[in-house]
Nanobody, 124 residues
């Protein structure tokens, strides 16, 4: 079992930056691939970025490539999402997720555990 808690959301102006963190509990954090998803009002939850168990493999949605960076620190049981050059269309609730697999997952259905989410609002 894994419990996930996101932090770091907030209000930022367009062009600004934020760093999201996802703290995990449980002894086997390093055996889980992790991911970030986001959900805007009235829309489906969408994949943002994913990272393999070791951090050696990452994947990004086209809309965030070159602006967002996913990383993890297995010793601290924490995953991060560094978001730069933020745009109003990045406004959403951001969720971290874990899957019982070593490989990056790209789909909502591939993840087994979810955090409660953290709000990111980008003003124009």
């Amino acid at each position: 079992q894994v419990q996930l808690v996101e932090s770091g959301g907030g209000l930022v102006q367009a062009g600004g930056s934020l760093r999201l963190s996802c703290a995990a509990s449980g002894r086997t954090f390093s055996f889980y691939a992790m991911g970030w998803f986001r959900q805007a009002p009235g829309k489906e939850r969408m994949f943002v970025a994913g990272i393999s168990w070791s951090g050696g493999s990452t994947s990004y949605a086209d809309s965030v490539k070159g602006r967002f960076t996913i990383s993890r620190d297995n010793a601290k049981k924490t995953m991060y999402l560094d978001m730069n050059s933020l745009k109003p269309e990045d406004t959403a609730v951001y969720y971290c997720a874990a899957r019982r697999d070593l490989r990056v997952g790209l789909r909502f259905s591939e993840y087994d555990y979810w955090g409660q989410g953290t709000q990111v609002t980008v003003s124009s």
